[in-house]
Nanobody, 121 residues
Framework: QVQLVESGGGLVQPGGSLRLSCAASGSITSISVMGWYRQAPGKQRELVAAISSGGSTNYADSVKGRFTISRDNAKNTVYLQMNSLKPEDTAVYYC???????????????WGQGTQVTVSS
């Protein structure tokens, strides 16, 4: 099995910064795309940022210039550096990964348990 464990959420004032981490563990051969999604109360889950194994990135328009996604392939870990945070960034942030498991010939998609980010004064 594969587990994604997020950390780094919390309460921050507007204009502040947070760094989220997500570590994948288990019987992993490789991970192609890793990403971060978020879901605010009463809203649908949305893509925040994604990164390929080669380092290509994709961002939601609402976070471009403020958030940076990165990954450490050796550690199967993805990060989300969030700067200039706004109250509208408040949400539960979920890690997501397409993982090829040992002995399996097709990748499967996995989700973390989520971490709360609250931006408020």
């Amino acid at each position: 099995q594969v587990q994604l464990v997020e950390s780094g959420g919390g309460l921050v004032q507007p204009g502040g910064s947070l760094r989220l981490s997500c570590a994948a563990s288990g019987s992993i051969t490789s991970i192609s795309v890793m990403g971060w999604y978020r879901q605010a109360p009463g809203k649908q889950r949305e893509l925040v940022a994604a990164i390929s194994s080669g380092g290509s990135t994709n961002y939601a328009d609402s976070v471009k210039g403020r958030f940076t996604i990165s990954r450490d392939n050796a550690k199967n870990t993805v990060y989300l550096q969030m700067n200039s945070l706004k109250p509208e960034d408040t949400a539960v942030y979920y890690c997501n990964a397409d993982v090829l498991r040992i002995g399996v010939f097709r990748a499967s998609n996995y989700w973390g348990q989520g971490t709360q980010v609250t931006v408020s004064s």
